[in-house]
């Protein structure tokens, strides 16, 4: 399918928007400057909206294509952005950064873009805009090569930043700056993963980096790493379409978010490499897609490459590439596996170690098991198993005992160093297995202690406020922030989109609930319903999780009517 006359459209609003939104009192000393939410502006954000006007200014698809309102409005900008620079080139991003290399350098890329598209077009009443552009561009440039970073991802921004712009502004010491960053090795694991595993975030973010640097350098290792994680991002495709985010280390961990962002990823992957089925899974993207803003910013692609829109569209695509497969990750201590329209997910060293979703239905689960110092069960490791995943703790019990006849060197309690000098006297430790398989209609979770005994466990199980749960004694709606203790029998949790998860068997030994959650222990969620099983170890149980609804034993008499017709 082709997109470009429907993102030109929605990219056109978009400009349209900006333009309302400029600040143009001659005495403001923010006259130029786009206003953000809050009557706010910074020169992050104008670059940014710089970049998205001069693409609309010069797509000749577009109605906004050499508007003098457009013209006007960038000259403005340019007369902003010029009083903002930092001495040493850079911008600011208000809400952290302040002369920042890395954001100057995601600016720049953006900017990129439009100058590739003056390039290509060449009209002669946009040949004003190359000298401020070129100047803007190249300042900033001499700002990012001085300057650092703060994240793993900020590295590829700014070396595929400097990469280009040495060409475009004849600065080798532009790309002698980039070979100190790349000097350090590309940050993808085995599996193809990169350091922040941010699915909905930073791993656009660095793919779209590495085709820039492939592009630029012409070297293949770059779209290599890109392929790679982009083949592993189909493993993070939920049966909604939507991504799991919940392994992430940047702040898109447990976000909701689609994939309509790696839309422009698959098709430069596919174009680059000359493999059409890439090409589906972009249209694949994009039909999932669920913001127009994101899906926009592929538009200066396709002005770029005329036989670019549509590539690969037509051709077949692989479900089972995201819909049937099992994928542990070592280097990111995660394991994934799919089948249809389920998905199983477990992860190491987390509390909320395990989810389970079914159609746009999800479940997490959390074990409490304080002992000590180890408030959850947080797995040490996961092994494969035939359809599913062991996972296991240890957890010492332990108390400290007195330096006697070593005398400390301080009475300061703060200042003695009670971790690893100080001795301690064990007591009977709690070994955890959990072992999550996965069956034709969900999956199985044994649970199993070994160690001491009556200490009080309780799992805990997070479904999405506004769903219904159905018992034999009652009905009720979910709401964020509440629980329930499932004493008996099976519940069926209905999500808001209606795919079903049940859960049995019940069971509840006791009522020890938040009075003993010590600090560090994973808090009841307030955007979850919580349903608790609770029970005193040894424990050996095992809870089955369904996806079919669940059937009552008694029917109701206009049903038994119905059978006996």
Known sequence: ???LQELTRIYDQMAEKMLDRQLLEPEDPRFGAFMLFGYHTDSRGVGGNMAQLAVAYLN????????EKVKTALQNAFCYMFRHLRPDGCIDLSACNFASPPDTGFMVNALLQAWRLLEKYNPPQAQ????????????????????????????????????QMA???????????ADQYLFEGLDVDEDGEFAERSVAGYNKVNDNAMILLYLATGEQR?????RANLELMLKFLEPDNSLFTNNSTRQDRGTKAYPGGYYILYLLLGYLTGEPRYGALAEYCYQCAKSPMEMSMALPWLLLYDDLDGYGADAPLDRSAFENYDKYLRGSRIARMRRGDKSLTVIEDKANFLYFQHGATPM??????????????????????????????HADSWYYLPFYPEKPDTTDWWKMDN???????QETP???????????????VHIRTEGIDTLPLRVELGFPEGCMLRHDSFLMEGKGGQSLILADGTLEVTGPSGDVITVSPGFAEHGNMRRAEMGGAFAQSDKHFTVYLTAYTPVDKVLHFSTRPFLKKDLLPWEKQKEEM
């Not at 502004?169 to 790309?175: G, I, L, M, N, W």
């Not at 971790?419 to 006297?425: A, M, V, Y």
């Open 128 to 163: 004003w805009l190359r000298e401020p552009l070129l100047r803007l561009m190249t300042k900033c440039s001499e700002g990012i090569a001085r300057g650092g970073f703060h994240t793993p991802n900020h590295r590829w921004v700014i070396a595929s930043c400097l990469k």
């Open 60 to 67: 000749p698809h577009g109605r906004l294509y050499l508007d």
């Open 419 to 425: 971790p690893n000098t100080r001795r301690r006297f």
């Open 430 to 444: 709690l070994d955890t297995t959990v072992e999550a398989v996965m069956t034709d209609d969900g999956v199985d």
């Open 364 to 393: 997490y689960m959390v074990i409490y098991s304080n002992i000590c110092d180890k408030r959850n069960f947080m797995p040490q490791s996961i092994e494969p198993i035939e359809n599913g995943y062991r996972m296991k703790a």
């Open 1 to 3: 399918m082709l997109h």
């Open 167 to 177: 060409k475009v502004a004849d600065r080798p010491e532009f790309s002698e700056r």
């Open 222 to 226: 770059f779209l290599d790493a890109a």
